[in-house]
């Protein structure tokens, strides 16, 4: 099992950049594919992008390609988004995901952070 915790959310400009961090706990991390989710208020949560264990393979949404770069750290634990160019678009809560990968990159997941608030102005 594995504990995930997102950090890194704020309120930008459009233009900013930020970066979104997930820790995780527990031993397991390296063996589970990650992912990044987001879920604007009153809309459903959609996939952003999501990584496989060795970081061979990156998936992307459309709408964040080229914009945004997820990495992972397999010795620290640690997930991550890079997000340049935002839009306002963009405004949502960030949620950090991982697990077996299921043959779908966009999930299902396992495991599921409590999400960070990224706020993007015009």
């Known amino acids: 099992q594995v504990q995930l915790v997102e950090s890194g959310g704020g309120l930008v400009h459009a233009g900013d950049s930020l970066r979104l961090s997930c820790a995780a706990a527990g031993r397991s991390f390296s063996n589970y594919a990650m992912a990044w989710f987001r879920q604007a208020p009153g809309k459903e949560r959609d996939f952003v992008a999501a990584i496989s264990t060795r970081s061979y393979t990156i998936n992307y949404a459309d709408s964040v390609k080229g914009r945004f770069t997820i990495t992972r750290d397999n010795a620290k634990n640690m997930l991550y988004l890079q997000m340049n160019s935002l839009k306002p678009e963009d405004t949502a809560v960030y949620y950090c995901?991982?697990?077996?990968?299921?043959?779908?990159?966009?999930?299902?997941?396992?495991?599921w952070g409590e999400g960070t608030q990224v706020t993007v102005s015009s």
């Open positions: 995901a991982g697990g077996r990968y299921s043959g779908r990159w966009d999930g299902p997941y396992d495991y």
